[in-house]
């Protein structure tokens, strides 16, 4: 049914966890055609984990959409006389040198317009928004030469803030006539080792951050707290049972922090821009803590909630474990929107 069809991977690279999602094109409709997760213990761990993901399942292609993260990754939103992408090009290395805190010959630039910005009265030429990224160039090379020596077909690197970024725009995509004008939207994705802040506009992204607190703090706060294992801990943060209180009150100081960091990031964004953040969306693995809803809707002052980033997507059922996918769906937005930016 699906030959011939266009297919692409998203391959996040987690902390702790590998998720690879494929989605197929098939006219109007996205459809997994294949899905598969493996935790790893660190790093160096990661060739042979992604070789057993492949081997267990059942892709249709080997073409994989990947992305990185971390403080290589710089990523600068900046204001620019307008002109034609050609010249953009040209004039953003010179630009560059004032935001990039390494050497231009160590990095990969790319750079996109976003916007053009309202003209004040009196003011000097019109200027436009642009999204300058940075990255080290030998992150990029080694994780391109991993994905190539275990057979894979590298197409593109992303970064995982944008990735979170494309999957909520699919998303909306996929519920036409649903999204209102000029609505911003904060999306928080809470992983293993950090969360990332993606704020849009009309879904432009206009501001992305990386926080480095996530899912392994709330974890171990709860080991130090309640003296249980890492284990225990992590299955007591899933299902408290009947000690809900203990283990809020044990993550509580770490949610504060958490929180206290997003809204700094809110108010930064709605003092560069005119307009407030009207809605936050959270996906990630602790997203369905119990009581973070209400916990970040009272620390932030809007309206917050957990979305599905594999809602609306069609699923073939012969080759996917539905059950399991929609288990972990929350944790799959940035595997989500690395296989949406190339299908």
């Keep these: ?128 928004k642009v999204l300058l990224v940075a990255v080290k160039r030998s992150l990029v090379e080694e994780q391109a030469r991993m994905l190539i020596d275990l057979g894979l077909q590298p197409i593109a690197i992303d970064v995982d803030a944008f990735a979170i970024g494309n999957a909520y725009e699919l998303k909306e995509s996929l519920s036409p006539g649903l999204s209102e004008e000029g609505k911003i939207s904060g999306l928080v994705d809470i992983g293993a080792n950090k969360t990332c802040i993606n704020i849009l506009k009309n879904n432009i992204s206009l501001f992305a951050r990386e926080v480095y607190l996530g899912g392994n703090d709330l974890t171990n706060a709860i080991t130090r707290r309640m003296g249980v294992d890492i284990y225990q801990a992590e299955a007591m943060k899933k299902d408290p049972q009947d000690r809900e209180n203990e283990v809020h009150e044990a993550i509580t100081p770490v949610i504060e922090d958490l929180g206290n960091e997003i809204n700094l990031s809110f108010d930064f964004f709605e003092n560069q821009y005119d307009g407030s953040v009207n809605h936050v969306f959270m996906s990630g693995g602790s997203a369905l803590l119990p009581g973070l809803e209400e916990d970040f809707e009272a620390l932030f002052e809007k309206k917050t909630r957990v979305w599905n980033p594999i809602e609306g997507l069609k699923i073939r059922s012969d080759n996917v474990d539905i059950e399991s996918l929609n288990c972990s769906a929350l944790q799959l937005a940035v595997s989500v929107g690395l296989a949406a930016r190339a299908v």
Excluded: H
Excluded at 26 to 43: A, F, L, M, P, R
Excluded at 59 to 80: A, E, H, Q
Excluded at 115 to 126: F, I, K, N, Q, R
């Design 1 to 128: 049914m699906l030959k011939g069809r266009k297919s692409v991977i998203g391959l996040d690279l987690g902390g702790s966890c590998i998720k690879a999602v494929e989605i197929t094109r098939d006219k109007y409709d996205y459809i997994i055609t294949g899905y598969g997760q493996v935790e790893i213990q660190n790093e160096a761990a990661r060739p042979e984990a992604i070789r057993e993901l492949f081997e267990q399942c059942r892709f249709k292609t080997k073409k994989v959409v990947t992305s990185v993260s971390g403080k290589s990754v710089i990523v600068r939103y900046i204001n620019m006389v307008q002109m034609t992408p050609e010249n953009l090009e040209s004039a953003i290395r010179f630009e560059a040198d004032k935001y990039i805190p390494f050497d231009l010959e160590e990095v990969q630039l790319e750079c996109q317009k976003l916007m053009d910005l309202p003209v004040e009265e009196g003011g000097a030429s019109p200027e436009m």
